[in-house]
């Protein structure tokens, strides 16, 4: 199993290189597995790629999840109601919130 | 229950609107079962308890509603065919009617919360119709889902596991592809949502996203859709979003369960100029920007197709606003036209604000008055023609407003159909009522007071004029009675003729009874007219039973005293054996009038115009009180004398030529001043016996004059001529 942490912001500012090197990851296996713990910030576009990422992986047959989710992704999947989508288990690293 | 001011005033519309729709329910209910083609009858039924049913939602008046809504779903189920028209359906229907008219009558005494014996009494009219509902009665809450939900299966999903925690907006949001490039992030917005309210759903759609190669990272595929629960009216919901519009597509849309309630507030609209647009911009469904690029849309679209779209489609299309709140909006659109149709036919306004207009126009005339006075006094020619156009115009606005006033005279004469009817079979008498000129119009205060006496005048004819149907016969007239109510125009007056072919009045009767009552000298000389006005004098009325005569004057002299009150006269004319007829001489108005003023030493007075035949230059004054014009004797009446001024007349004195009742009389006057408007005031108390004055004036200097009562001066004169 490959994992990959992703350091710093998940941002339209970065979103380019993140791209190429989650699609890259991507390659790397039939099982994966994205750290999310040290994403500080996410906007729409870190969004759009997470999704992307998940919606390639099913297509290819891969199993992707996203582990140790920041509380900044947290937020946003809260927002965008995507967690449960994710199906992703959602480890409360930080317990004010509960995710639905 | 506490209801603020504005509240209160529309409740009262509410319970006005409610009681009209009733009333119109109610006609429909009865027509119902004669109509072959009900379906639009029941629509009009429905409609009608759909809108009290909302109504009263809003007013948080849960009985009525609960009420409503059983008599709703009865009606729903008729009007989709799972019922048929039946009488016991109407018969069960008609008492649900009067009960919701007592219930809002309750709410207009200011009852609001529900009342124990009603709700049981409504409880078993309910009971009544549940047998028209057995196939599929719903409970409230399962009908108004239903309903709510049928329009849009696809977009209710989404919000379907959460219907009961519903929100009042669903949003649709499909951002610009370069907001991200613009440095604006949607996720923001959204959040900023959760400032105005609480997001109850969110669906997040990606399906726009191509796939990993040629995504763009830096541009947005992301679509939400977002149920918000807000308090924000659409207009701030939609302004979140002004900095992301430019090649976004955002919608704001009322939540399906809202839609009854904006489809109440459309309806609930009025607005004499309501474009379909507007209905919706007002009752907060679209926003103003939504409804320029509607009709943009339209605009182009018009040009491109030759053909018109309509706006409502278009915004539909758009998914700016949902099928049924067009729809709701295009009714009253409808409705608003339909019923401007009618009020083109006719409006009914409040009478004092008629009167109000009336004396308005008295002062406009008055002041017009006073303003041309000074106008004369200076040579200023162009204030002279502005003058000249405001006075046409002011007589112009005048003779509008009293025509304002003017009502035919038929409803009133159709009224003695049935009173004929009824008195003649109360007389066993066989009378027919002939009716000539009901088209005529008349002051509708004239109408007002002309009713009662009119109806002793058609009384007595009936009783005491039309012979029993033996007498008639032998006098060779044919069995049945004939009673005429008759009326015409005539110089400035309208002339109301009762009249009969009865026995009519018996000079010789009347005589010996006036001289028995003391109202004449035995061996006066009277003429006819002399002595048929007697049976208006008081206490002749009390005169015992006798044939003929006998009630004639009962109430005749109120008759008269009505008449007189209305500065009308009443003409008798009679033909023994051949019947009478009774002609009232009523003025056309009792608030204006064209007068001509003249002056008499330092006072003026005004005669009514319509009076006046021709002025003619007093020729020699040799003190003789008759004057010889064009071969007839004209007699005089000097007004110096009447009305005892003193001072010496006139060099040169007029006369001016008046008529009544085919009558001359020579006014003498010394100065002919022209003609004026008149608005009449009545004269105090103090001088009501006052003879020969019928009211007065104010003048545009400021002076009174008093307007002359022609026909009374007349009558005073014949009276002493004949007494001489």
């Known amino acids: 199993m490959q994992t990959l942490t992703i350091e710093g912001e998940l941002t339209v500012f970065t979103a380019a290189e993140q791209k190429t090197s989650l699609l890259a990851f991507l390659n790397t296996g039939d099982e994966l597995e994205i750290n999310l713990a040290n994403v500080g910030e996410i906007d729409t576009a870190g969004l759009q790629l997470l999704i992307l990422i998940k919606r390639e992986a099913a297509q290819s047959g891969k199993t992707l999840r996203f582990v140790m989710h920041s509380k900044a992704v947290l937020d946003v999947l809260e927002l965008t109601r995507l967690t449960s989508a994710f199906g992703d288990q959602v480890v409360l690293a930080h317990n004010e919130e509960s995710p639905r | 229950m506490n209801l603020d001011k504005e509240m209160m005033e529309a409740l009262t519309t509410f319970t006005i609107e409610s009681t009209e729709l009733l009333q119109d329910m109610e006609a429909d209910l009865l027509a119902l079962e004669n109509i072959e083609e009900p379906s639009e009858t029941i629509n009009a039924i429905f409609r009608a308890a759909h809108t009290i049913k909302g109504s009263a939602g809003l007013f948080g008046l849960e009985h009525i509603v609960r009420f409503t809504h059983v008599v709703e779903s009865v009606l729903d189920a008729l009007r989709s065919g799972k019922l048929t028209v039946s009488s016991e359906l109407v018969a069960g229907l008609l008492p649900c009617c009067d009960h919701l008219n007592s219930l809002i009558r309750d709410v207009v005494d200011g009852k609001l919360e529900e009342n124990q014996d009603m709700t049981e009494s409504g409880n078993r009219l309910l009971d009544a119709l549940r047998p028209f509902l057995k196939p599929d009665l719903k409970t409230p809450e399962a009908a108004e889902t239903g309903v709510a939900c049928r329009d849009d299966a696809a977009r209710v999903e989404t919000i379907a596991g959460d219907v009961i925690e519903s929100g009042n907006w669903l949003l649709f949001l499909q951002f610009s592809e370069n907001c991200l490039r613009d440095g604006m992030d949607p996720l923001s917005f959204i959040h900023y949502l959760t400032t105005l309210g609480e997001i109850v759903d969110l669906t997040t759609f990606s399906h726009a996203m191509p796939d990993a190669a040629s995504m763009d990272p830096e541009s947005n595929y992301l679509g939400f859709e977002i149920v918000l629960k807000s308090e924000a009216g659409k207009e701030t919901i939609e302004s979140a979003f002004d900095f992301i519009r430019d090649g976004s597509h955002i919608h704001i849309l009322p939540l399906e369960n809202r839609i009854p309630y904006y489809v109440e507030l459309i309806k609930s609209l009025t607005d004499d100029n309501a474009q379909l647009g507007e209905l919706l911009l007002k009752s907060g469904v679209i926003t103003q920007r939504e409804l320029e690029e509607g009709l943009k849309a339209q605009q182009t679209q018009t040009e491109a197709q030759q053909q018109s779209a309509r706006i409502g489609e278009i915004l539909v299309d758009q998914r700016v606003v949902q099928q049924p709140l067009v729809n709701a909006a295009l009714e009253k659109q409808q409705q608003l036209k339909d019923s401007k149709a009618r009020e083109n036919q006719s409006i009914r306004v409040d009478a004092e604000r008629l009167d109000k207009l009336i004396d308005l126009i008295g002062e406009l005339v008055i002041s017009t008055a006073a303003a041309k006075l000074r106008a004369m006094q200076t040579r200023d020619i162009a ?342």
């Open chain 2, 383 to 724: 204030l002279h023609e502005a003058h000249a156009s405001v006075i046409s115009l002011v007589e112009e606005v005048r003779d509008c407003a009293l025509q304002l006033r003017m009502v035919p005279i038929g409803s009133t004469f159709s009224r003695y159909q049935r009173v004929v009817h009824d008195i003649s079979k109360e007389l066993g008498k066989d009378i027919k009522l002939v009716i000539n000129g009901a088209e005529t119009e008349v002051d509708k205060s004239v109408v007002e007071k002309i009713g009662d006496p009119l109806l002793h005048l058609v009384r007595n004819a009936m009783d005491h004029g039309i012979e029993a149907a033996e007498l008639r016969a032998e006098r060779g007239k044919p069995a049945q009675g004939t009673l005429r109510l008759n009326a015409y125009h005539s110089s400035g007056n309208i002339v109301i003729e009762v009249g009969d072919d009865g026995g009519g009045l018996d000079r010789d009767k009347i005589y010996a009874k006036a001289v028995e009552r003391g109202l004449i000298q035995p061996g006066a000389t009277l003429s006819d007219q002399d002595i048929y006005a007697l049976i208006f004098e008081p206490g002749f009325s009390t005169v015992e039973q006798i044939s003929n005569l006998s009630g004639r004057g009962v109430g005749m002299d109120v008759v008269k005293r009505n008449i007189t009150e209305l500065r009308g006269i009443i003409h008798i004319d009679s033909v023994p054996g051949c019947g009478t007829t009774l002609r009232l001489h009523l003025p056309l108005t009792l608030a204006i009038i064209d007068g001509f003023l003249v002056g008499v030493g330092e006072a003026s007075y005004v005669i009514p115009l319509d009076r006046v035949v021709e002025c003619v230059e007093l020729p020699v004054d040799d003190e003789r009180d008759y004057m010889e014009l064009r071969g007839e004797v004209l007699p005089f009446i000097r007004l110096r004398q009447l009305f005892r001024k003193n001072g010496s007349a006139a060099r040169r004195q007029n006369v001016i030529v008046v008529e009544h009742l085919g009558l001359k009389a020579g006014l003498v006057v010394d100065r002919l001043m022209g003609e004026l408007q008149t608005v009449i005031k009545p004269l105090g108390k103090l001088f009501g016996h006052v003879q020969g004055v019928g009211g007065s004036t104010i003048l545009g200097s400021g002076e009174v004059a008093l307007i002359i009562d022609v026909p009374t001066l007349i009558r005073q004169q014949e009276h002493d001529l004949v007494s001489v």
